[in-house]
């Protein structure tokens, strides 16, 4: 198995994951967060995240179809398990492990909000501008990185590399 160039190092990301637990429960300062994993991608940033987020947290998952075992998106977006639990009147916050073309996060905010949560936020632990299809709204964003594929902490090729405590690349 080849060796992934690390971008981002396990000191590195959790320095950014306690920034950005403060800074979500900054925006919801007094309420319960009802947490919303994105499976399987996000697990270890989620794990990372709440528990840096001080007060009244509740989790819950789900899990939608994305890319195949390649490293190209299909564009197509499917469901696979839905959230347990009712989001009505709760404060709403999606974890994804990275936003590329949006595509995901666009199917996934539109029916969440038809779920009528009192607020409705996304957080992202990574971002790949340049290669947005549609204009999704993420009010957490980690690192923001070129196009390229990454791997670790969650993140997959062929379901392999998830275990990796870094965000590395496989394309130099
Ligand atoms: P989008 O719908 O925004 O194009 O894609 C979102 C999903 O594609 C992510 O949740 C992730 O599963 C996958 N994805 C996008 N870019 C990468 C990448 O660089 N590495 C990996 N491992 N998955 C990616």
């Known amino acids: 198995m080849l060796?992934?160039?690390?971008?981002?190092?396990?000191?590195?990301?959790?320095?950014?994951?306690?920034?950005?637990?403060?800074?979500?429960?900054?925006?919801?300062?007094?309420?319960?967060?009802?947490?919303?994993?994105?499976?399987?991608?996000?697990?270890?940033f989620m794990a990372d995240l709440i528990r840096a987020v001080p007060g009244g947290v509740?989790?819950?998952?789900?899990?939608?179809?994305?890319?195949?075992?390649?490293?190209?998106?299909?564009?197509?977006?499917?469901?696979?398990?839905?959230v347990d639990a009712s989001l009505d009147g709760r404060h709403v916050v999606i974890v994804e492990d990275i936003v590329d073309t949006g595509l995901t996060l666009h199917y996934l905010q539109e029916l969440l909000r038809l779920r009528n949560p009192k607020s409705l936020?996304?957080?992202?632990?990574?971002?790949?501008?340049?290669?947005?299809?549609?204009?999704?709204?993420?009010?957490?964003?980690?690192?923001?990185i070129d196009d390229r594929f990454v791997v670790g902490y969650g993140l997959d090729y062929d379901e392999q590399y998830r275990n990796l405590p870094y965000i590395g690349c496989l394309d130099g």
């Open 3 to 44: 060796s992934p160039r690390v971008l981002f190092d396990p000191s590195t990301l959790a320095t950014r994951v306690a920034d950005l637990a403060a800074e979500i429960r900054a925006a919801v300062p007094e309420d319960d967060i009802h947490f919303v994993g994105v499976l399987k991608g996000a697990v270890p």
């Open 58 to 82: 509740t989790i819950d998952f789900i899990a939608v179809s994305s890319y195949g075992s390649g490293t190209s998106s299909s564009g197509e977006v499917r469901m696979l398990k839905d």
């Open 121 to 144: 936020r996304t957080a992202c632990l990574l971002s790949k501008p340049s290669r947005r299809k549609v204009d999704v709204p993420v009010e957490f964003i980690g690192f923001t």
